[in-house]
């Protein structure tokens, strides 16, 4: 065959002798480049397909197939995919919450007035109660000073005539800025005069309110007679309406009755108290908050 029929044979037999991974089809170059570049090409071929090597981030491109790239690139593209499909997860779950989540929106302006007008009425209440308790905290401090004067007293009085206090029940003489809460608990007579003004100007409150009742029950008595005579006045007799309306002022009237009662009793109390107090004597407990202990 000659030396070009050996070199041929010889070419074949090496290429049947690799492993059959490492076989790749080669382009047709023609006889020559067959001859010539057989071992270079096969060189090539198995440098390209060693098994257990694995493609990192430098070497990545865009023909690189995923089962070559290294586990770690591999797990981090799964990790991506599986955040993709929450997110799209997550947006269709939304789309299909936010119709009705805007009805429930629509009703937000109407909760927000209500409880703005809750916390306007807890706010007034507050602001309220507080002025209460400081008023009730000097009101505290007022008794607790009137008591101290009181408990003075008497001691002094149960005392023998030779260890009375001098000058206990005599007025003190002194001028506005000078006077303080413990000048006011030595000066009895400063102290009743005290009291008994602000007695007097409770019942000057009583017998006002009590004048404008009566003035206002007369009006209300007034009206009464009035509904009273058109109802006797009807020829077919009173309607169920005017029934109702008659033990309506029936029952105003009885209302406003009591209110009377209980104010001339409370009036009627205010004037027995003064009039003791006129006369000199001490009354060691009032319930109304007047001071008196």
Same mark, same amino acid.
Request: proline share 3%; no cysteine; hydrophobic share 35%.
């Given at each position: ?7 041929? %044979? ?26 010539? &570049? ?16 694995? %493609? ?24 991506? *995919? ?5 997110? #799209? ?8 919450? +936010?119709? =009705?989540?805007? *009805?429930?929106?629509?009703? $937000? ?15 007034? !209440? ?6 209460? %308790?400081?008023?009730?905290?000097? /009101?505290?401090?007022? *008794? !607790? ?37 413990? @000048? ?10 005290? @009291?008994?003004?602000?007695? =007097? ?8 309110? &009590?004048?404008? %009742?009566?003035?206002? &029950?007369?009006?209300?008595?007034? =009206? ?8 006797? !006045? ?11 309306? #008659?033990?309506?002022? $029936? ?22 108290? +003064?009039?003791?107090?006129? /006369? ?8 109304? =908050?007047?001071?008196?202990?």
């Amino acid at each position: 065959m000659g030396a070009y029929g050996s070199m041929l %044979i010889l070419s074949y037999s090496g290429g049947l002798n690799q492993p059959a991974q490492a076989q790749t089809p080669q382009p047709t170059m023609g006889l020559g480049a067959s001859l010539g &570049l057989g071992s270079l090409s096969q060189s090539t071929s198995q440098q390209q397909t060693v098994p257990g090597v694995r %493609i990192d981030l430098s070497n990545l491109k865009g023909t690189t197939r995923f089962s070559d790239l290294q586990e770690n690139l591999q797990k981090t593209i799964e990790d991506i *995919d599986k955040f993709i499909l929450n997110q #799209i997860r997550h947006q269709e779950e939304l789309q299909s919450f +936010m119709p =009705g989540h805007g *009805d429930m929106l629509e009703n $937000v302006p109407d909760d927000v007035k209500f409880v703005t007008r809750k916390y306007e009425g807890a706010r007034s !209440a507050l602001e309220s109660d507080a002025h209460a %308790i400081e008023a009730a905290r000097s /009101l505290v401090n007022q *008794d !607790a000073d009137h008591a101290r004067l009181s408990f003075r007293a008497i001691d002094n009085l149960k005392l023998p005539q030779q260890y009375h206090t001098p000058n206990l029940w005599a007025p003190r003489q002194q001028s506005a800025g000078t006077a303080n809460a413990e @000048t006011d608990g030595q000066d009895l007579v400063g102290f009743f005069s005290k @009291t008994a003004d602000e007695m =007097g100007e409770q019942l000057r409150r009583y017998e006002k309110n &009590l004048t404008e %009742i009566e003035t206002h &029950l007369h009006g209300v008595q007034d =009206g009464l007679v009035e509904q009273l005579q058109k109802a006797m !006045a009807t020829k077919n007799g009173a309607t169920s309406a005017t029934d109702e309306k #008659i033990q309506e002022l $029936v029952a105003v009237l009885r209302d406003f009755e009591q209110g009377i009662l209980k104010v001339a009793g409370e009036v009627g109390s205010a004037r027995e108290g +003064m009039t003791r107090l006129q /006369l000199g004597e001490f009354v060691g407990n009032d319930n109304r =908050g007047t001071g008196i202990y």
